[in-house]
């Protein structure tokens, strides 16, 4: 049995997590949950949005599966998700965006994996306001150790899934310093990878590319500005936020999440979609290495998601959100 932290959340939170784990128990996945909640709930609880308790139970399990979380709104709440990438140094961002059969989007034969550096670029919290002068500076700060693990993450990934290219998306044409790291970085990690080609895209033309004609990529990799905004992009190609998977990963942990809010307009309502939840899990799975359990459960959501009437209401069915987990784990 592994033992993985389950972080409920907020919100619908409680609701998709509980989905998941009835899929679990149903696919008799070897796993233990131990639940440790973060953000809104144990801040009305016990004054804490990060309790010590959760990261004893991180650095004891190094995995995690973690809900919507909300970050209270004011000066002085850091947001939860970006904390933890940046304590546990959880690097890379992994968002797959896959069509799916049964699922609205404009496109049929996307199949990529963004792969966005998660704690440094304009993320790193290096930030300074004048007040006298009103003048904000947001500093970017990019090291060369941390584009080769990025940069090395995608290319390890595209090794190991046979895929055939890397795309490094950057804007080393204006950002001489930030923005070139990216690039020159890749194009040395490259020359250990002869059967995987590189290309390069600057950000701008990358975004128009994605939207245009995203069936010819494969893996992405870029900064974390850019990362967040393409991660996004790319979920709207296949069916938007509430259908795909991420994952943040470091050397020693790797959170799984839903990429999606906490939709306070629809918690308690049994209206949830747990697909995103869902497939974050299955990630996890593949990076247990329990990958038939992953493909079982894949399997039957996928056949589910196929039958829209089977489906919760954002995909266009009228199942409840327990419904629509009732008719997964049928298909078990
Ligand atoms: P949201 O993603 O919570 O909701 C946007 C819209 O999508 C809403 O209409 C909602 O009902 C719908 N929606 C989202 N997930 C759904 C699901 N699984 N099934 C069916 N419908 C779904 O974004 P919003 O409203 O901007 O943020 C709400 C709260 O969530 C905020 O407090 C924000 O800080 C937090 N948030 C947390 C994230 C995280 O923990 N990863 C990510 C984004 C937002
Ligand atoms: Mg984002």
Redesign the pocket.
């Known amino acids: 049995m592994t033992q993985i932290t389950l972080i409920p959340?907020d919100?619908?939170g409680p609701e998709?997590t509980e989905a998941v784990k009835a899929i679990f128990s149903a696919a008799n996945v070897p796993v233990t949950w131990e639940e440790e909640n973060a953000g809104q709930t144990t801040f009305d609880a016990k004054g804490e949005l990060l309790p010590a308790t959760l990261l004893a139970s991180l650095e004891k399990n190094k995995v995690a599966l973690k809900g919507?979380?909300?970050?209270p709104v004011g000066k002085g709440f850091k947001s939860i998700?970006v904390q933890l990438r940046q304590m546990y140094d959880l690097y890379a961002n992994v968002r797959p965006a896959k069509t799916t059969p049964g699922i609205t989007s404009r496109f049929e034969n996307v199949n990529l994996v963004l792969f966005r550096e998660n704690t440094e670029g304009l993320y790193s919290g290096l930030e300074i306001f004048d007040e006298r002068l009103q003048i904000a500076d947001s500093i970017s700060r990019v090291t060369k150790i941390g584009c080769e693990k990025i940069v090395r993450a995608a290319f390890e990934y595209a090794d190991r899934h046979g895929c055939k290219k890397v795309t490094v998306a950057h804007k080393a044409n204006i950002l001489k310093h930030a923005g070139a790291m990216l690039l020159s970085v890749s194009k040395e990690i490259a020359k250990d990878y002869p059967n995987i080609q590189m290309e390069d895209k600057i950000i701008d033309n990358m975004c128009m590319q994605l939207v245009m004609k995203p069936e010819q990529f494969d893996v992405i990799v870029t900064t974390n500005l850019f990362g967040d905004i393409l991660s996004d992009l790319c979920a709207g190609l296949v069916g938007g936020?509430?259908v795909v998977s991420g994952a943040n990963i470091g050397d020693n942990m790797a959170i799984f999440?839903?990429?999606?809010?906490?939709?306070?307009?629809?918690a308690g309502k049994g209206?949830?979609?747990?697909?995103?939840l869902l497939r974050s899990a299955i990630m996890m799975l593949h990076h247990i290495d329990l990958k038939d359990y992953a493909y079982k459960i894949e399997t039957a959501l996928d056949a589910t998601l196929a039958h829209k009437e089977e489906c919760?209401g954002?995909l266009g069915g009228s199942a409840s959100t327990k419904e629509f987990t009732q008719n997964i784990i049928a298909k078990l």
């Open positions: 959340g919100g619908i998709i919507p979380i909300t970050t998700n936020l509430g999440e839903a990429v999606h809010g906490s939709a306070p307009d629809i209206l949830a979609n747990p697909t995103a919760t954002d």
